[in-house]
């Protein structure tokens, strides 16, 4: 009798493990397949580069997680900034949310849309002269170059991208067969369309402080590139002698003296054009100091101003230099209706979100490769400051009035006036 019990003891054991062993085998395969089981890694799925944009580290863990907190300016520079291969990851749905940066950007440029189309509303006059649209049709894009507003930036990026060119300085006209001219009737909402351009196509544009633009053409306006482009440069400085009331003789040497060095940049521009090297604009007043008839031999920034005055006064809103005419007239925001108006101060943030949304993301190193960043740090609103102190109050003023449709629309502050 006893043992019966032992023998059935011992098979009822000997069942229970081959259950066990058996029930082992059939689910090792699940567990392999259990993301609990075994977290995936970038470099076990091949995620490298793919990393969505809005990730962050939270807290000590090492786990990636959407949505979170504002990231650090290198993260948004590089999507995959301080992850490693072989660093847990959530793996995202293709459909997951943008992230808590993106949507700020986003929220940040509708509102400026929204205040640039409540500034229009109150406008009387809502059409200027002419378009400067570009449109290009296989990238499905729409650009206005505001200029000294990144426009040089996305110029050679478009004539890289689209005109597959390395020209050494390219200039705006290599794009002039992109820019829309034959229009449609608008829509009812105001919108003017073109007939080359497809209704949804997404406008955009890039805008800058516009004293800080003006600042930074006057700094181009010394170069012996824009002294050769722009004629009014010379009238400034041969007007000098007139405004000094000095002798007809006196005024000959002032014109002999600049025609001179008018020549010798030139010479310049030519060794520059030919990939030689060549001599800047510095290094010819350094062979010349002192010069009486070239002091300077640029337009000083009050000069700059004046000019500006002069042409708007004649010209009214017809005066079409690009280099300070307002954002406003020369983009013509209140008909073209722009779907993404984005600041440079407010670059590499809102630069980013606009390359997701235009389908040139993957561009994105191109356009850091040419970016040069300028953001309202102290040293550019000192910098505002120092310039705003060697205009009258005149200037000042006039300066307000200019751009005062600007200031409302993009939140931009003016120029302070002493009364």
């Known amino acids: 009798m006893l043992s019966f019990y032992r023998f059935a003891l011992i098979g009822l054991v000997a069942t229970s493990l081959f259950y066990t062993t058996t029930l082992l085998k059939f689910l090792e395969p699940r567990a392999r397949l259990n993301p609990e089981a075994a977290v995936p890694t970038i470099s076990s799925i091949g995620l490298t580069s793919q990393v969505p944009h809005g990730t962050k580290t939270s807290g000590n863990s090492s786990k990636k997680e959407l949505n ?26 293709p459909q997951a949310g943008m992230g808590a940066v993106d949507e700020e950007v986003e929220r940040e440029i509708k509102n400026r849309v929204a205040q640039v189309e409540r500034v229009c509303m109150s406008l009387r006059r809502k059409y200027f002269s002419r378009p400067m649209l570009f449109h290009f049709k296989d990238l499905n894009i729409t650009w206005c170059p505001v200029y000294k507003a990144s426009s040089t930036v996305w110029k050679d990026y478009l004539v890289k991208r689209v005109l597959k060119s390395d020209v050494l300085y390219p200039r705006l006209d290599l794009l002039w067969r992109y820019r829309l001219s034959n229009r449609r009737a608008p829509t009812r909402t105001g919108k003017k369309l073109y007939t080359k351009e497809d209704p949804l196509t ?26 050769i482009r722009s004629g009014f440069i010379r009238k400034v400085i041969l007007d000098r002698p007139l405004r000094n009331s000095t002798t ?5 040497k002032y014109k002999q003296e600049f025609d001179s060095y008018y020549k010798w940049c030139k010479e310049q521009e030519s060794l520059k054009s030919h990939g030689k090297p060549f001599l800047s604009y510095t290094e010819y007043n350094v062979s010349n100091p002192g010069n009486p008839y070239l002091n300077p031999p640029h337009v000083t920034f009050r000069e700059l101003v004046d000019h500006m005055e002069e042409q708007r006064n004649k010209l009214k809103n017809n005066d079409w230099e690009g280099h300070w005419a307002p954002a406003s007239e020369w983009c013509d925001v209140c008909v073209h209706k722009f779907d993404y108006i984005i600041k440079l101060e407010n670059e590499p943030e809102e630069l980013i979100f606009l390359l997701r949304k235009l389908g040139l993301y993957d561009d994105r190193k191109m356009f850091l490769s040419l970016h040069n960043n300028s953001t309202l740090s102290p040293s550019t609103m000192d910098e505002i400051q120092a310039f705003s102190n060697l205009l009258t109050s005149r200037q000042k003023q006039f300066l307000n009035k200019f751009y005062y449709v600007d200031f409302e629309m993009f939140g931009y502050d003016n120029l302070y006036v002493d009364n």
């Open 68 to 93: 979170g907190p504002a990231l650090t300016s290198a993260v948004m520079l590089d999507p995959t900034h301080g992850i490693t291969k072989g660093t847990p990851i959530s793996v995202p749905h």
């Open 202 to 227: 997404p406008r955009f544009t890039v805008v800058r402080h516009p004293i800080v633009r003006i600042i930074s053409y006057w700094k181009m306006s010394r170069t012996c590139d824009e002294i």
């Open 248 to 252: 007809t003789e006196t005024a000959t």
